[in-house]
């Protein structure tokens, strides 16, 4: 999702989703900063689901995105390696900046983490293309597995082993995300084979859409910069956020 790359061809329907999830992840965002550093505890239930629905969509764009790169002949290990280099890096400094600005929640392994790693580690599923809708299950159902496991180390956070106790603000653990990951290549496999789309789609005149659309072709901008926005509101309104001490 986070891939700003533009090939021979985009396709307005993918910007349209990926605008549509990063919409429903500033919402989610914003509502998970009013609860850490407001104590917000209205409709938890609700927005704990909604925050599941929109990192599903987000993660299975990224893949469907990618599948739509590699079937295009994008296969070169320079590419694969840029990729991660920029979103892990990117990810690096959030775990820096939340770990000097927090007191607690520091984000060790969030999405960006977890893309950069996801777009290394589905090179050798690519060749299964839609089959890879019955290997996604296999890291779902092993969530239920390493979610019972905890050790000390920070170093296996990446695959959904925790410590005792453990809390981050973001944490997208390859169990169960890349199977989230995967199904979006599954996708990709049925619906754009050979990168091309398989089905007819017109391209919708609306002023809307558009908007949505440049959104979506801008999310690694746009997300990067949402929370200093957010958190720089918080405090203009309430004065100083309890959790940052101010």
Not at 73 to 99: H, P, V
Not at 145 to 171: C, N
Request: charged share 15%; net charge positive; hydrophobic share 50%.
């Amino acid at each position: 999702m986070f891939d700003s790359e533009i090939y021979s061809k985009r396709f307005w329907e993918i910007d349209f989703a990926r605008g549509i999830a990063l919409i429903m992840m500033l919402i989610s965002n914003f509502v998970t900063d009013l609860q850490f550093f407001l104590d917000y505890s209205e409709h938890k239930l609700f927005w704990r689901i909604f925050a599941y629905a929109t990192a599903s969509l987000f993660v299975s764009i990224s893949g469907l995105s990618l599948w739509i790169s590699h079937a295009r002949g994008k296969k070169n290990i320079r590419k694969y390696l840029q990729r991660f280099t920029k979103l892990f890096g990117l990810g690096l400094l959030i775990t820096l900046s939340t770990y000097i600005l927090l007191k607690r929640g520091t984000i060790y392994f969030g999405v960006l983490h977890f893309l950069g790693v996801a777009s290394l580690l589905v090179i050798p599923f690519y060749q299964l293309g839609w089959k890879n809708i019955f290997i996604a299950p296999l890291f779902l159902l092993g969530h239920e597995i390493v979610r019972e496991i905890h050790a000390e180390s920070l170093f296996l956070l990446p695959l959904g082993i925790t410590p005792h106790q453990f809390f981050t603000l973001d944490y997208f653990p390859i169990f169960p995300w890349f199977g989230v990951f995967l199904l979006g290549t599954a996708v990709g496999g049925i619906l754009y084979p050979h990168g091309q789309r398989k089905f007819n789609l017109n391209n919708l005149d609306n002023p809307v859409i558009d908007v949505i659309c440049f959104i979506g072709r801008n999310t690694l901008k746009i997300y990067l910069i949402h929370q200093p926005v957010f958190v720089g509101l918080l405090m203009l309104i309430y004065g100083g956020l309890p959790n940052l001490g101010v």
